[in-house]
């Protein structure tokens, strides 16, 4: 009788926990929800800035980072493909 009691509190137990923890997760994706809302709203905004300058400083420095690698990849290339190597 007692060790099922003991398993009926322990079950108790783990029950509230993980109602706790399910409690804690959508209150997060609630969250992060609205927080995805608030963003789209802001993307999807017409007033003439450019979709790269419409993340903050961390998207216009994406941005530029992006550009700047793939402009250099290209001048690589073109400098890659101006001198051919040599037959030996």
Not at 35 to 47: G, I, M, R, T, Y
Request: a positive charge; proline letters at 2%; glycine letters at 8%.
């Amino acid at each position: 009788m007692r060790t099922q009691i003991g398993s009926l509190a322990l079950l108790s137990g783990l029950r509230i926990q993980r109602c706790c923890e399910l409690r804690l997760w959508s209150q997060t994706r609630l969250r992060s929800g609205i927080e995805v809302a608030v963003k789209q709203k802001l993307f999807l905004e017409s007033n003439r800035i450019p979709l790269h300058l419409k993340g903050g400083v961390a998207g216009a420095l994406l941005y530029s980072a992006t550009m700047i690698l793939r402009v250099g990849c290209r001048l690589y290339q073109l400098a890659v493909a101006s001198f051919p190597r040599k037959q030996v």
